[in-house]
C-alpha cells in the first residue's frame, strides 16, 4: 500500500520513489521511432535526471523499439540503488510504426526477457500490463485476465519485482487484483484531461499509487506550440491558457510546473513522469517540486477540466 512521505511515494516494501519522475517516451526520434536526433544530449538528460534526484524512471521497450531502453542503460548502469525503472510490456511496434497490442502469454514473455537484456538486469522493478482502455491504442484480443495472469506469473518466478497496470478501467484493476498485487496504475491524466478520475479514486481507496502520463498535456504547454497540431482532445483553449498563466505568473512559475504541482497536489497517491529531451525543460519539469499552490490557485485550477 502506497505511503506518502513528503516528496516521496512509497508504493510497495522497498519500493519508494520520489513523486516527479522522469518519462523516456521522448528520448527516441520522431514519432518515437528510431535513434534520437542528438545521442549525446539524451544520454545527458537521463544522467542529469539522477543528479537532480529523479528515482522513478519509466520506459519501455517499444519506445524506438529498443532504443529508450538503450540509451537508459548507456547513461545510468550500474544503475544507482534506489533508481526505480519501469517498463510496460503488451504492445509492440508495426512496421508502418504504429502500436500494436501483443499481450497473449508466449508475447509477454518475450517483452519481459527482451526488456530486461536490453535494461541489463536480472529482474525488472515495475512492468505495467498496457491495456490501452483509455482510448489510446487499441485493447488485446487476448483475455484481459489471461495477460495479467501471465505476467503474474513472471512475477512468482522472480523476473518481475512488482505488477502494474496501464490504459485501465475500474473493473479491470479489480479483475488484476483478485490475482496478484497491483502497486501502480498508469493512466492519461492532466490538468485539461480528468478522464481518469475514476480510477485515480479508486487507486486512493485502496492505496495504490497512480501514474499520471501525458502530464503536460502531450506537451501542448509549451509556449509557441502550433495547437492545431495536437492530438484529438488535446489541445488546450486559449482560455485555459490564460488562466494557466495568471497563476503560474503569481508564483513567478511557468506553465508545466503550475501544471505538475497541481497534478501532485491532487491527490498524496499521484506520481507525475514528464517526459522531454531537452536538459532546461528537465530542470524546469523538476522545478514543480518547489511551487506552492495555494488552496485558492488549486480550486481556480481544477475548473480548468
Given at each position: 500500500?502506497?505511503?506518502?512521505?513528503?516528496?516521496?511515494?512509497?508504493?510497495?516494501?522497498?519500493?519508494?520513489?520520489?513523486?516527479?519522475?522522469?518519462?523516456?517516451?521522448?528520448?527516441?526520434?520522431?514519432?518515437?521511432?528510431?535513434?534520437?536526433?542528438?545521442?549525446?544530449?539524451?544520454?545527458?538528460?537521463?544522467?542529469?535526471?539522477?543528479?537532480?534526484?529523479?528515482?522513478h524512471i519509466d520506459t519501455s521497450d517499444f519506445y524506438g523499439p529498443h532504443v529508450a531502453n538503450d540509451l537508459i542503460r548507456e547513461a545510468l548502469h550500474p544503475y544507482p540503488a534506489d533508481l526505480v525503472i519501469a517498463t510496460k510490456v503488451g504492445v509492440v511496434r508495426d512496421e508502418w510504426h504504429g502500436f500494436?497490442?501483443?499481450?497473449?502469454?508466449?508475447?509477454?514473455?518475450?517483452?519481459?526477457?527482451?526488456?530486461?537484456?536490453?535494461?541489463?538486469?536480472?529482474?525488472?522493478?515495475?512492468?505495467?500490463?498496457?491495456?490501452?482502455?483509455?482510448?489510446?491504442?487499441?485493447?488485446?484480443?487476448?483475455?484481459?485476465?489471461?495477460?495479467?495472469?501471465?505476467?503474474?506469473?513472471?512475477?512468482?518466478r522472480g523476473l518481475i519485482r512488482h505488477l502494474g497496470l496501464s490504459g485501465v478501467t475500474t473493473t479491470q484493476l479489480d479483475e488484476a487484483r483478485q490475482i496478484a498485487p497491483v502497486v501502480a496504475v498508469q493512466n492519461r491524466y492532466h490538468i485539461f484531461d480528468r478522464s481518469g478520475a475514476d480510477v485515480l479514486s479508486a487507486c486512493e481507496a485502496a492505496g495504490i499509487a497512480f501514474v499520471a502520463y501525458f502530464p503536460l498535456a502531450a506537451g501542448m504547454l509549451r509556449p509557441g506550440l502550433d495547437l492545431s497540431q495536437a492530438p484529438p482532445g488535446m489541445a488546450p483553449s486559449s482560455e485555459q491558457l490564460a488562466a494557466l498563466d495568471e497563476t503560474a505568473d503569481r508564483h513567478s512559475a511557468t506553465r508545466a510546473q503550475v501544471a505538475l504541482a497541481w497534478l501532485l497536489a491532487r491527490s498524496p497517491v499521484t506520481l507525475a513522469i514528464p517526459g522531454t529531451s531537452s536538459p532546461a525543460h528537465l530542470e524546469e519539469n523538476l522545478g514543480a517540486a518547489g511551487v506552492g499552490l495555494t488552496d485558492d490557485d488549486i480550486v481556480a485550477l481544477d475548473k480548468l477540466a
Open positions: 500500500m502506497t505511503v506518502y512521505t513528503g516528496k516521496d511515494l512509497r508504493l510497495a516494501d522497498g519500493l519508494t520513489v520520489a513523486r516527479l519522475g522522469y518519462g523516456a517516451m521522448q528520448l527516441p526520434g520522431s514519432g518515437v521511432w528510431g535513434p534520437p536526433a542528438d545521442h549525446a544530449t539524451a544520454l545527458t538528460v537521463l544522467r542529469r535526471a539522477v543528479e537532480l534526484g529523479v528515482t500494436e497490442a501483443a499481450a497473449e502469454p508466449a508475447q509477454l514473455r518475450e517483452q519481459v526477457e527482451e526488456n530486461l537484456a536490453r535494461l541489463g538486469k536480472d529482474r525488472l522493478d515495475l512492468v505495467y500490463l498496457r491495456v490501452g482502455g483509455d482510448g489510446l491504442l487499441y485493447p488485446s484480443e487476448t483475455p484481459f485476465t489471461e495477460s495479467f495472469q501471465a505476467l503474474a506469473d513472471l512475477h512468482r
